[in-house]
């Protein structure tokens, strides 16, 4: 006769690990950790994407979860940067009436950025040693982590490692962007706004609509513009500094 | 428009996703699908100039407002990449966090220099 209740560990965890219910709950439950730490600290070193992926990466590297399996779930989460992407359409229509006064700081500033992001990526990447895959790898950090995945596939890097980079830069600028640009001693909102959405897309966004609408409308503005911008420069520029 | 304003706000995220999306492939535009859908919205704004209880304004501003959870699974990925990261590091860090920089105070710079010079000329 078989019991009416057993105990197995094994398969519940070969279940649960392979279910996208577990990436999406840890994905989450590491981006509310992060809040909670960024709120109570008040540091902006504490940013919630930070907290979070330390978070998540070290119980997959603790529990051997491949990232494969991971993102079983946490694919449900990535899958809205798309809308996002178009949801940032709504500070630029609120803020406008600043946008259009400004539109030739905003493109020679944008054109200015992404040529050096590219340019400065690749050669210093080379200059340090990095390999060819490397550089490739390198070249479309600063747009926004879809536009860059697909440029890094379309010019020979390595699209997952592109993303990572991507996203690093833009922590770079969610944690200490706006403190740089103190010490740059550019106070003035529009091109705060423009700087930390050309160098650290979404993420620098973020950081720039906690410091204030204005800011934040200017960064996505800049990004949108980055991302083009890099679209089109980005084989441009390889065939330059080859 | 309707009584769900959110799932409102949240289809229309969506449907100007899927113009951009199959409007690039269709024209094989090298510019990614979310940007030309987000140009799409910007129209609809103008012309709708929704206001702020409406869907339209509610599903962008819950998307922004957690951004930054968008970048974990992707950023995750980091885990994959520990050995390069350490094996390539100094030009990793070089290409990354010195062209960051070159890119912000270039782009910072131009904005501002070009600011002060346009109010400048208009005294």
């Not at chain 1, 279940?15 to 909670?36: E, H, I, Q």
């Not at chain 1, 178009?86 to 406008?96: D, I, K, R, S, Y």
């Not at chain 1, 030739?104 to 080379?126: E, K, N, Q």
């Not at chain 1, 160098?199 to 513009?225: D, N, P, W």
């Amino acid at each position: 006769m078989t019991p009416l209740v057993g105990w197995h560990p094994h398969e519940t965890w070969a279940w649960l690990t392979g279910s996208p219910l577990f990436g999406l709950t840890l994905t989450l439950g590491g981006y509310a950790v992060g809040r909670w730490a960024h709120r109570r600290t008040g540091s902006p070193l504490l940013q919630p994407v930070l907290v979070a992926i330390v978070l998540v990466g070290a119980v997959l590297m603790l529990t051997d979860v491949p990232y494969a399996d991971y993102l079983a779930g946490g694919r449900f989460v990535g899958f809205w940067l798309g809308p996002a992407t178009v949801a940032l359409a709504l500070p630029l229509h609120q803020e406008w009436h600043l946008v259009r006064r400004a539109a030739v700081p905003i493109l020679v500033g944008v054109v200015a950025g992404a040529v050096v992001s590219i340019g400065s990526a690749v050669l210093l990447t080379r200059v340090a040693g990095g390999d060819r895959t490397l550089q490739l790898t390198m070249a479309p950090k600063a747009a926004t982590t879809p536009v860059s995945l697909a440029l890094s596939a379309q010019v020979g890097g390595l699209p997952a490692l592109t993303a990572v980079l991507t996203i690093l830069a833009g922590i770079t600028g969610a944690t200490v962007g706006p403190w740089v640009l103190d010490r740059l001693r550019i106070r003035d909102l529009r091109a705060r706004g423009i700087a930390l959405g050309a160098v650290s897309h979404g993420i620098g966004t973020s950081r720039a609509l906690q410091e204030s609408r204005t800011e934040g409308a200017f960064s996505a503005l800049s990004m949108a513009l980055t991302a083009l911008a890099t679209s089109l420069l980005v084989p441009l520029l390889l065939k330059l500094v080859e | 428009m309707s009584d769900l304003p959110l799932l409102t706000g949240v289809l229309v995220l969506l449907g100007c996703q899927l113009l951009g999306e199959v409007t690039v492939r269709l024209l094989g535009l090298e510019v990614p699908g979310p940007v030309v859908g987000m140009v799409v919205f910007f129209v609809i704004l103008r012309v709708r100039r929704p206001s702020e209880r409406s869907g339209l304004v509610r599903a962008p501003s819950l998307l922004l407002r957690h951004l930054q959870l968008l970048f974990v699974p992707a950023g995750v990925g980091i885990v994959v990449y520990l050995d390069t990261l350490r094996d390539d590091g100094l030009p990793l860090a070089a290409g990354l966090w010195l062209s960051w920089l070159l890119g912000l105070a270039v782009t910072g710079g131009a904005v501002a220099g070009l600011s002060a010079l346009r109010r400048k000329d208009r005294r």
